[in-house]
């Protein structure tokens, strides 16, 4: 189960299994901005307001984007702010 506003795990299975050359240029772009929108709602919300399957998928995909692009401890929102200038590191 998802919470509001959130891909599910089909969803996302589905996107994953098929193949990027085969997806037209507006599914890829409406995949990015949805992933993207997902990882922030990710790091909004605590895991312990999260149901358990969504908490559970959370986390696996934070390991994931820690494997893939290096672990930082910040979340996503916090790695903008900072980019933007309007976080903690400058």
Do not use: C
Not at 21 to 42: A, F, Q, Y
Not at 57 to 77: C, F, N, P, Y
């Amino acid at each position: 189960m998802t919470d509001a506003g959130r891909k599910d795990f089909s969803t996302k299975a589905k996107e994953g299994m098929t193949p990027d050359s085969s997806k037209s240029t507006m599914e890829k772009t409406k995949e990015g901005l949805t992933d993207t929108g997902d990882k922030i709602s990710r790091s909004v919300m605590p895991d312990s307001e999260k149901s358990t399957g969504q908490s559970a998928a959370d986390k696996m995909g934070r390991s994931k984007d820690d494997a893939v692009h290096g672990g930082t401890g910040e979340s996503v929102l916090d790695k903008t702010k900072n980019a933007l200038g309007m976080g903690d590191k400058h």
